[in-house]
């Protein structure tokens, strides 16, 4: 039962594997589909999980002209690892420094003239010129001014640029249902964001940069593209509309893997039940794994009963409740402590067959990025960079 720990000594506990190769191969595949636009690889939340700073060179790499990050932090955190392109960052709340982004030459968003305010005052207090992407909402009914408020916004932004403290390089706007090609908000959400450009210019402002779309529109809507496309899960490798296309029909390689070892194999007795609420009972004598890894790990509790491991080379439902710190999984008899399992997986040659994040995110009633950007807790991360990576 307890067999040799010795081939797999000194494997990590739980590992997310990244290969960046992938990475790179994704953003190429994504300007191919955008070639009239500018690509903007989004990296926020620590690159989906995937590790910010290394997915930002990958991108770089796969020729990514800009990078989108959701707060001021992300974006500093990728000037202090040596990012010297163009960066986005689009979410602040009032009374945040603006003066260090724009001294380090990242691109802020304005949602309303009181933030535009705040802008403009670190622009002065800087003395460099502020480059800001004004938002509109045409529609998600999140960030941005909704149609009452543009055209005051837009009206300030001119006065601001007139002063020279700003200089308006963007108006952007966010789709709610690209992920669902045929929903008609997007046709609407696409025509708000042409009459509010236009809104724009008869106001005197000319940003070079009008910007809609995310990984859906991207690869699903050509007409939303615009100057420039903003790519997060595809980036990784992940399909942003399983509905519409699997990853492997859009051409894009799953860049995470998360393995681990079986801590503990033993046999357990008909009528046993097994782990915390007894969900699962044995029908009859089985053999069981530990995998180290639980909730404390990102690996969601949704996901009890539900997900699939690959162990032994065979996909193994998930045996009743997820913990904290571990699950149970059905192994082969003769399984040995130490044997590898695969959570889900990537492209890699060695998982073939083994779940997919995508897999994970369908038996857990969740999207494919909720369960990459979680995972990680205490699991180590390794970045590889595969030979004969796409240029
Ligand atoms: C996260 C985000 C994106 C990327 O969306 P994906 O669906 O991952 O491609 C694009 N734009 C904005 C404003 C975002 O917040």
Known sequence: MNGSLAPHAGAPRAEIRVDLSAVTHNVAVLRSAAPDALMMTVVKADGYGHGMSEVATAARRGGADWLGVAVLEEAMALRAAGDTGPILTWLSVPGEDHAPAVAAAVDVAAYSVAQLDEIAGAAARTGVQARVHLKVDTGLSRGGAGAEDWPGLVAAAASREADGEIRVAGVWSHLACADQPDHPANDLQEARFRTACETARR?????????????????????????????????????????????AELGLRPAMTVTSRLAVVKQIAAGE?????????????????????????????????????????????ILGRVCMDQLVVEVD?????????????????????????QDWAEACGTISYEIVTRIGGRMTRRHVDAPGATR
Do not use: K
């Open 333 to 357: 008899p003769g399984s040995e402590v130490g044997d590898p399992v695969v959570l889900f997986g990537g492209d890699h040659p060695d998982h073939t067959d083994a779940p997919s994040a």
């Open 273 to 317: 039940g097994v782990s915390y609420g007894h969900q699962f009972v044995a029908e009859e004598e089985m053999w069981v794994g530990v995998v180290p890894v639980g909730y404390g790990d990102g690996v969601p509790r949704h996901a009890s009963g539900t997900a699939e491991v690959q162990v032994g080379g065979r996909r193994r439902r």
């Open 203 to 247: 106001a005197g402002l000319d940003p070079e940069l009008c910007h809609l779309a995310n990984s859906a529109a991207t690869l699903l809507r050509p007409r939303a593209h615009f100057d420039l496309v903003r790519c997060g899960i595809a980036s990784y490798g992940l399909t942003p509309s399983p509905e519409s296309a699997s990853s």
